[in-house]
Nanobody
Framework: QVQLVDSGGGLVQAGGSLRLSCGAS????????MGWFRQAPGKEREWIAA????????FYADSVKGRFTISRDNAKNTVYLQMNSLKPEDTAVYYC????????????????WGQGTQVTVSS
């Protein structure tokens, strides 16, 4: 059974930074594309970033492009989301997600999800 564990959320002032981490038990993440999503209260879940299995390709939603960076350390079996220049509208629960098919660059649907980590940005 694959379990993803999100961590690193917290309360930060506008303009600040946070780094989220996503680890896994039950499988190595190194062969699989990963993504980050977020869901704000009363809103639908929103995709914000993705990274290919090798880390060679990254993709971002317009809302976070230039401020957030997705990366992975396959030796540590961990994917990161570095969030800079945070805004109050970035407040949400953030989720990492993993593909179940190895060696893909682009993923339309993810198969495994973390439990979420709360990010709150105060103005």
């Amino acid at each position: 059974q694959v379990q993803l564990v999100d961590s690193g959320g917290g309360l930060v002032q506008a303009g600040g930074s946070l780094r989220l981490s996503c680890g896994a038990s039950g499988r190595t993440l190194s062969k699989y594309a990963m993504g980050w999503f977020r869901q704000a209260p009363g809103k639908e879940r929103e995709w914000i970033a993705a990274i290919s299995w090798s880390g060679g390709s990254t993709f971002y939603a317009d809302s976070v492009k230039g401020r957030f960076t997705i990366s992975r350390d396959n030796a540590k079996n961990t994917v990161y989301l570095q969030m800079n220049s945070l805004k109050p509208e970035d407040t949400a629960v953030y989720y990492c997600a993993a593909d179940s098919t190895p060696y893909r660059v682009v993923v339309r649907e993810y198969d495994y999800w973390g439990q979420g980590t709360q990010v709150t940005v105060s103005s």
